[in-house]
């Protein structure tokens, strides 16, 4: 059974207009979309051409509504409650932050990805290095990049070597204390600065990205705990005990062993096009497609059968 009214509030990408309409008409729902204002033109422009091969098909055209690009609008969107059957909102921890807080209809969180590498004492750098490279500068503005590199200590000596291919996209990198004294005279001098505090849990969504170093994989697992937003989360190791017990431990939508977190994507999960990718555990995790935007209900036909007791 399709929601009913799916409301989706986001921020910069005009092609989500196109995915969220396309997935719920699919799945049977109608929606409300709620742009941001750097890309109310193209999504207006995106809304017409929609409604107009709408109409010529027969179907109602208000099955798609874009709102203006005001904070007004947001908050009658948040409070409409027995008008919209769901909110998802896709953008930054800011913005779901505030959906979640202020909504009175049921959310779904998706978007916000802080992702970590744990590469292991047992990891193989010649994976490591193309793995880490890949997850960090595939595409940098996505849910799914790299931000953290954790790095067991008694691999520093091959730091450099794993993030090698990082400088050729001028990728800066906030180490600690270990890390920087592994890294220095090895990698770019200028792409190399000290870790803080918020260099940790912080989704950079550009060609920056933190080292941790620890002593064990319990001390990788606590600080993917601490910090995680249970997005996509990676180890490299050929020991199996450590992976199997990463693999179990990690609470995140996509956990991986041995491959980049650039994997994480309704298309490459084979669900095609993707409206979100749930960071939550009720109802949808991780990809959601067109099955997460319907729910379900019991149909009993019965024949005079009552219950007795």
Known sequence: MPFGVVG??????????????SLCLKSGNACILKGGSDAIHSNTAIVKIIKDVLKK???NPDTLVLLPAGRDETEQL???RGFVDLIIPRGSQDL?????????????????GICHTYFDEFGDKEKGRVIVNNAK??????????????????RLTDLDY???LCSDSQVIIYSDEKAYKALDGKYPSALIERATEESYGTEFLSYKMSVKTVSSIEEALDHILRYSSKHSEAI???????????????????????????FTDGAQFGLGAEIG????KLHARGPMALEALTSYKWIIKGDGQIREK
């Open 8 to 21: 989706v509030i986001y921020e910069a990408r005009p092609n989500v207009t196109f995915d969220v309409f």
């Open 57 to 59: 098909s027969g179907v």
């Open 78 to 80: 948040l409070n409409a």
């Open 96 to 112: 779901i932050d505030y959906v979640r807080k202020n909504s009175t209809i049921p959310v779904i969180e998706t978007g916000a």
């Open 137 to 154: 500068t595939r595409r940098v503005s996505v849910c799914n990049a790299l931000d953290c590199l954790i790095i067991h200590e008694s």
């Open 162 to 164: 794993i993030v090698g």
């Open 236 to 262: 490299i190791s050929e020991n199996r005990e450590n992976v199997d017990k990463f693999l179990k431990i990690v609470d995140a939508s996509s956990v991986y062993a041995n491959s980049s977190t650039a």
């Open 277 to 280: 990718i749930s960071t939550q």
